[in-house]
């Protein structure tokens, strides 16, 4: 069955699974579409949609009982709201929907927006432990910042926009900070002139970078993670050398929450790959973190906040008015914290070579574009104070979009 061929049936009952941005914004957006059917919407977490990446930069960072850093408005769509329930499977030629609980929900269209995870490390058990921290929930957040407290040195694993973020939040805390990367920081997504300038940044702030590929966390005796959690933890690098440290905290990237999902036929190659629409079948759609987008430069998921409101909008209108819906086209657009500096970055990454343009400030303040063989630009800058749709329009049309000058004005 393929996804414009049949029919979209009438929607009476739609389930949301996933209750995060992805969630929140297929909810609003089939209100606004007009739906005012049974809107059922599934959430794993307890709580309402809260902003993720705020964990990682004004909760990390914001000092004493700033806890609410993170929260949204409250959700005016009226759905149902089933918290701290997961979905475990899904029939899709009875259209069933079952809970975890044991409950089978009925449906005549579903949004799949199950969201990711943080990826472990490698052999490193799933249970929380008091050593090794990942960053992807309000309780991942709550349980660092009070660790953070008492100052523990640190090894951040991953030189992404995460791990700089956290590293940056840990070294404001007063902890001792060793960065473990497989590349410069930042610049797999970024290129060098980025990852340069907030490399600068954060050693002058104090932070010690080791690079190694093929890093694994280890007890700090060197036996596997996980044997002893008692013994102190650490980071065993590429040639053997054991770094130590009171905690550990994994930035590695994240995985996809599909396996809820297994059996349902939806899956290819274990993942779920949408069309311009966000549909699987005409009565399931899907977006966010858990979706394989087509994009200017293939399927792609694009594991990005704006992006997972964008394709939310299209899955959602996809659901309900099939090939009148409006198509998606992705131009991702995310932004990071660190070390006194702040970047906006519009484009796909990962970004290579120098920049075709590039505006160097006296700060570290920097303006820079790139475009690809293909013509598709990618458009950053550090430390301006500029209004996204000018950035989208930089990448977009080049530095021609800029009056002599104008810029500056930014910064
Ligand atoms: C610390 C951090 C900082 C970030 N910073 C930035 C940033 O600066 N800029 C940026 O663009 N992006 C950032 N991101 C990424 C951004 O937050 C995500 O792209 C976005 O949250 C994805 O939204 P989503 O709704 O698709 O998925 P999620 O936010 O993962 O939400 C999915 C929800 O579904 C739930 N769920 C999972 N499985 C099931 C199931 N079977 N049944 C029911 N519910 C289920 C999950 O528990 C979760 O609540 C950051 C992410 C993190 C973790």
Known sequence: MTAGTLKARAMRRIVVVGNG???LTACDT???????????????????PYSRPALSKALLHGSGGNLTAHHLPPPTHQATELLGVSAAGLDADARLLRLDDG???????????????????????????????????IEDAVALKHRLAGRPSVIVMGGGPLGMEVASGCL???????MVSNNAPLSRQLGGHVSGIFVAAAVQRGLRLVSSGRARVVAATGRPAGTNHDDGTGVALADGTVLRADIIVSAIGDEPNVEWLNGSGLLVDGTLQVDSRGRLRPDI???????????????RRVPLWTSAIDQAKVAAAGLLKGDAGPEGDIQPYFWTEGFGLSLKAVGFTPVEGAPDYCEPGETGDSMLMRWDDAGWGTAAAVNYRIPI???????????????PGEAAVHR
Do not use: M, W
């Open 30 to 48: 089939l209100r606004a579409e007009g739906f005012d059917g049974e809107l059922t919407v599934v959430g794993a977490e307890q709580h309402q």
């Open 21 to 23: 941005i992805a969630g």
């Open 172 to 178: 404001d805390a007063g902890c001792q900070v060793t």
């Open 285 to 299: 759609v899907a977006a966010g973190d858990v979706a394989f987008f087509p994009t200017r430069l293939g399927l």
């Open 389 to 403: 749709p000018k950035l989208r329009k930089l990448a977009n049309q080049g530095p021609g979009a800029l009056r």
């Open 103 to 137: 409950r089978h929900l009925p449906y005549d269209g579903v949004v799949i927006a199950s969201g990711a995870r943080a990826k472990r490390p490698a052999g490193v058990p799933n249970a929380r432990s008091s050593q090794l921290f990942t960053l992807r929930t």
